[in-house]
């Protein structure tokens, strides 16, 4: 298919996005692309396949599409319908761009290239506005065009369009895709992907690469956690260590350490040499501890235990040359620790022995993922901070600055990512098609908190 480059411009940002090239029929929007309420993962979504969505009668299709300018735009809907079956269509049509910091407040002093920073709005105010039109149709039995003709585009940013059906024929209809034709159609954005993930975004914190670094602290509160989120507060080359969503029950701390050798890009650890498995020392009271892959391969370590929305989390991990040398190279004993705010103590969670390593912490990072492939339109905000490192020598430094990073779903796919400063602290925004960008590699900077922390760490118990 041709593809065209168009410029979405979100307040001042300007990103170069690739959209399809528009046919006869106008922008076709695949429906494997949309999303589906109240429960995300209640229809079989899979690339170049039609969809169900009318499942029950709640059921909700929405499709998230950015737009540079307002005026009119022709929709229609590509769509399904047994033969002689009678089905009523509503569509609504909201603009998303209209939001205030979650906090309601604006964000304190940030730099970022010299300019000040606002806060990243929130999923958490209600659209501004919407448009609501139904139309009925009888069912050919063959894909057929429901014409919603021109609605109103108030505002650039990203727009909500999102169906809903009633009748008897609704659970039997299948979606094929949102049509939208005419001018502001040309530069539109959207996702492509039938997997529906937000994009992972990345906080790099600029170490001195002559430092010994034993130790790595960080805080992280979330603001914004909905399942499928994990908030990441000390990664470094080998692992990485933070909390998790996991459902709407259970959430986690996890810790987790790579293989080496090929142990970082390997799918199965069966394939990697046993000179190069990770291996675990310790775990904590109630750890469960054991192997993952499909991501690399390594150890990997968690604790379910229900941390709390809003509240700080802490976070510790240390770095140890091993005093036992091998012949074929030095290891680095990684230790995580988490702090347990209902018990008031630091708890381990585990230690694992890292081959061919050696070295002290380094490349230093935060993160913020969906890892789900259905709800990236939720939004996931979490504020991070203050961080410190801890020297070989005994001495802290803080860790005032960060530069953002996404992954390729943030370059491709979603312009919804942000990085900013509240309350003295980082923040990571993604998801839920808010209008807020920011530029790769744009460096912040936040106010030194200038305390170190205190920490009283747990004696390691080996592992069973």
């Known amino acids: 298919m041709i593809r065209h480059f168009a410029v979405i411009a979100f307040g001042c940002s300007l ?24 429960d ?34 022709r929709v229609r809907v ?13 569509l609504s049509v909201a603009s998303e761009s209209a939001r205030r910091p ?69 659970v039997s209809t299948r979606v094929s895709a949102l049509l939208l034709d005419g001018p502001l159609a040309a530069d539109a954005h959207f996702n492509t992907d039938a997997r529906r993930n937000a994009a992972s975004v990345h906080l790099r914190y600029p170490v001195d690469s002559t430092a010994s670094i034993i130790g790595f602290y960080n805080e992280v509160i979330a603001v914004e956690d909905p399942r499928d989120t994990y908030y990441m507060a000390t990664g470094f080359a080998r692992g990485y260590f933070g909390m998790q969503v996991n459902s709407a ?64 989390q802490r976070f510790f991990v240390t770095a140890e040359l091993d005093s036992v040398t091998t012949s074929v190279a030095p290891a680095t004993i990684y230790t995580g620790y988490w702090f347990d705010n209902d018990l008031t103590r630091w708890r381990l969670i585990a230690s694992f022995r890292a081959p061919r390593d050696g070295q002290a912490l380094r490349r230093l990072y935060s993160f913020s993922e969906d890892f789900g492939g259905s709800r990236g339109d939720s939004v996931r905000k979490a504020r991070f901070g203050p961080a410190w490192v801890q020297l070989a020598s005994g001495e802290w430094r803080e860790l005032t600055t960060a530069t953002f990073s996404h992954d390729p779903t943030g370059r491709e796919q979603r312009l919804d990512r942000s ?46």
């Open 78 to 90: 590509a769509l399904t319908v047994p033969r002689g079956e009678t089905l009523t269509v509503t």
């Open 40 to 73: 995300a993962d209640a229809i079989d979504v899979r690339r170049d396949r039609d969809v169900a969505p009318f499942v029950t009668p709640s059921a909700r299709l929405s499709w998230y599409v950015a737009l540079t300018h307002t005026g009119s735009l």
């Open 102 to 170: 979650s906090n309601g407040a604006p964000s304190n002093s940030a730099t970022v290239s010299g300019s000040p920073v606002s806060s990243a709005p929130s999923r958490s105010a209600a659209s501004r506005h919407e448009e609501r039109i139904t139309r009925t149709l009888v069912g050919s039995g063959a894909e057929q065009r429901l014409d919603f003709a021109a609605v109103a585009i108030r505002e650039p940013g990203y727009s909500r369009f999102t169906l809903s059906a009633s009748g008897r024929a609704a």
């Open 15 to 38: 990103v170069a996005a690739e959209v399809p090239a528009q046919k006869p029929d106008g922008l076709r929007i695949p429906a494997f692309t949309a999303y589906f309420a109240p």
């Open 249 to 312: 029950t259970e959430r986690r701390v996890i810790f987790s350490v790579w293989d080496a050798g090929n142990g970082t890009n390997a799918n199965d650890r069966r394939t990697v040499a046993a000179s190069d498995q990770v291996q675990l020392l310790a775990k904590g009271e109630g750890v469960v501890a054991e192997v993952f892959g499909n991501e690399g391969t390594g150890g990997h370590s968690h604790l379910v235990v229900p941390w709390r929305t809003g509240e700080v």
């Open 419 to 464: 990085m900013g400063v509240e309350d003295g602290r980082f923040f990571l925004q993604h998801g839920g098609f808010v209008s807020s960008f920011t530029a790769f590699g744009a460096a912040f900077t936040r106010p030194a908190s200038g305390a170190p922390p205190s920490i009283e760490l747990p004696a390691r118990q080996r592992a069973p």
